[in-house]
């Protein structure tokens, strides 16, 4: 199965793309396509801006790499309890082509943070609002404290029930998908 991974955030160091990257890994036999949204170049949103000029190319190549994968694999970076304004804009911008984003593909949604909150509030809207726009959320995970959770020189969780969750909510991707 092809799995489109990313994280839903345009910081070129950050933890959640380390994150969404190792979680792939746990995917044995899947074909992996990561995705860095910084390649999804869009103006912010405006209904003016749309009107003006259409949809950018950015949006319509996004959806059609959703559109080749089996499965979706997302980290979201928590930005004051919401979407980070990067991932956000290319939602609002694919929305404008197709609703149904996620085009009813499987999803595991993942967050993490270096605080204790591990990104839940964004993992929580995520969850929630996917059903409207097509998505099979089929589980969730935050990991929190990332750096003490994280051994970054080995590349790897170090939490060994922070592993376990991992691998649970990743095996729900070869479930079968409702339709």
């Known amino acids: 199965m092809k799995v489109l991974t990313f ?17 792939a ?39 059609a790499r959703i559109a080749q994968a089996g499965a ?11 979407y980070t304004v990067a991932f956000k804009n290319l939602f609002d911008w694919m929305s404008r082509v197709d609703r149904n984003i996620y085009q009813n593909k499987p999803i595991v949604m993942l967050a993490t943070s270096p ?9 929580k809207l995520a969850e929630n609002s996917a059903p409207h726009f097509g998505g099979q ?12 959770n994280f051994d970054a020189e080995a590349g790897k969780l170090v ?6 969750a991992l691998e649970s909510v990743l095996s729900t991707l070869k479930e079968p998908v409702d339709v």
């Not at 994280?7 to 979680?23: E, F, G, H, P, R």
């Not at 605080?115 to 993992?123: D, M, N, S, T, W």
């Open 137 to 148: 959320v089929k589980g969730t995970l935050s990991i929190p404290s990332f750096y003490d």
């Open 7 to 23: 994280a839903a955030t345009n910081t070129i160091q950050s933890i959640n793309k380390t994150l969404v990257k190792y979680a």
């Open 25 to 63: 890994t746990h995917l044995e036999g899947a074909d992996i396509d990561f995705v860095d949204i910084n390649d999804y170049d869009l103006p912010i949103y405006s209904f003016d801006l749309e009107e003006k000029l259409g949809v950018p190319d950015a949006a319509h190549a996004f959806l």
């Open 159 to 164: 939490n060994a029930e922070l592993v376990d």
């Open 115 to 123: 605080g204790a909150g591990g990104g839940q509030h964004v993992l």
């Open 72 to 82: 979706i694999l997302v980290s979201f970076a928590e930005h004051n309890g919401n």
